[in-house]
């Protein structure tokens, strides 16, 4: 057992005199999965594999030259007792001296380096009464020559920068990968809030223009403003709010039949920049629908104006406000609600406050009155009847 013992160390520790200048340089595998051993020759126990381009710290040479002795990498796996060692976590530390490290987890296996007490070592796991631990820094190893081309400190040195630097460029090229798919992703979602938007509006533009309910695509757009960074989208949606406000306008003109007005946005330029030739035709249709109802308006006051309407009422003072401005001063209440407001030039109407009266006379225009739903008449006195409950 002494003897075996001798002999392997003897393997471990023995460097050429003849190849000095080989000792102590760096070695690139140029073979892809090359086995690491424990000793020069197949017949030693196969420690792991290395990939091509993997670098070791090469140490001696064999006398034949076959086999490069190396500090065995980090990836290998060597065991040690576990009697020897005091584990916490993943770290021990040794508590007996000149403690033998093997390449297998018994007392037959080959010894690749000696540990003094208070070493440190890396626990990996364990199997039995045996530690599984990374190598130490004075673990051995050997590789075949042919799979190693052997570099100075100034290669060596090189070829890590070189690496850095693929390290670098493929840490960027991931980057502006994740970046891209992130805009990528980031454009979907905005491009599905911008259609949620717009089929609520192409679903109001299918009603006619008094049954549009514009708030909530108004609403939808507001948020797709908020939401989208994409230039095109964006501008799209900041165009189509405009347009449905322009709309609103003109839906609210055509209720009360007045003369319809839209904001300034260039619509031919939105047109034909966001593609809204429906929504910009349909802008279009519904504001010369709101002229013609406010002309149809005005007609129909300027017909009523040359001939006599009356109104049957209470009669009441005007308080300020829009009567007064139309020059209208009383008012003809009934059943709680303003018929009309009342003005003349021949009559004195302070004398018929309080009582029921009959008025004779042209409409000389409209006033809106706050909380009635339709304009009310200005009436131009010329006769009034006194009738008794």
């Known amino acids: 057992m002494r003897s ?9 520790l023995f460097v050429g005199t003849g190849h000095a200048a080989d000792l102590f340089c760096w070695g690139l595998l140029t073979g892809d999965n090359v086995r690491v051993r424990s000793g020069p020759s197949k017949n030693h126990r196969d420690m792991g594999k290395l990939p091509k381009g993997a670098v070791v710290r090469v140490i001696g040479i064999s006398p034949d030259e076959g086999w490069l002795r190396v ?6 796996t060597v065991w040690i007792a576990e009697q020897y060692v005091a584990v916490t976590g993943a770290r021990g530390v040794l508590t007996g001296d000149k403690v033998r490290v093997r390449v ?7 010894v690749v380096t000696q540990l003094s007490k208070g070493a440190a070592v890396k626990v990996k796991g364990r199997k039995g009464d045996w530690l599984r631990i990374a190598p130490p820094a004075s673990s051995l190893a050997y590789i075949s020559a042919q799979y190693v081309k052997r570099m100075t400190d100034t290669a060596y040195v090189a070829y890590r920068a070189e690496l850095a630097r693929q390290k670098a460029e493929a840490e960027r090229r991931r980057r502006e990968e994740a970046h891209r798919k992130a805009e990528l992703a980031r454009k979907k979602r905005e491009k599905v809030v911008f259609d949620t938007a717009d089929r609520l509006l192409a679903a109001e533009l299918g009603k006619d223009i008094q049954a549009r309910a514009l708030t909530r695509a108004g609403a939808a757009f507001q948020d797709a403003c908020k939401q989208i960074r994409d230039p095109a989208l964006r501008g799209g949606a900041t165009a189509r709010l405009a347009l449905i406000r322009d709309l609103q306008r003109v839906q609210s003109a055509i209720r009360a039949k007045r ?12 047109k034909a920049r966001y593609g809204m030739a ?6 279009r249709r519904s504001f010369a629908l709101a002229q013609r109802v406010h002309e149809a308006e005005q007609r129909r006051i300027a017909r009523a104006k040359d001939r006599p309407v009356q109104q049957e009422g209470w009669v009441s003072y005007l308080g300020p406000g829009a009567g007064r401005r139309a020059g209208a001063t009383h008012r003809i209440i009934k059943d709680g609600k303003v018929l009309a407001l009342v003005k003349s030039s021949r009559i004195r109407l302070d004398a018929f406050v309080g009582a029921r009266v009959c008025a004779t006379g042209k409409v000389t225009g409209q006033v809106k009155q706050a909380g009635a739903p339709q304009p009310t008449q200005v009436i131009d006195a010329a006769q009034i009847e006194v009738r008794f409950p």
């Not at 075996?4 to 471990?12: A, N």
């Not at 003369?259 to 939105?270: I, V």
């Open 104 to 110: 297998r987890p018994d007392e037959t296996g080959e």
């Open 278 to 283: 429906r929504e910009v035709d349909d802008l």
């Open 4 to 12: 075996r013992t001798l002999l392997t160390l003897g393997l471990i």
């Open 71 to 76: 500090q065995a990498p980090d990836s290998m």
């Open 259 to 270: 003369a319809p007005r839209l904001s300034k946005a260039k619509y031919d330029e939105l």
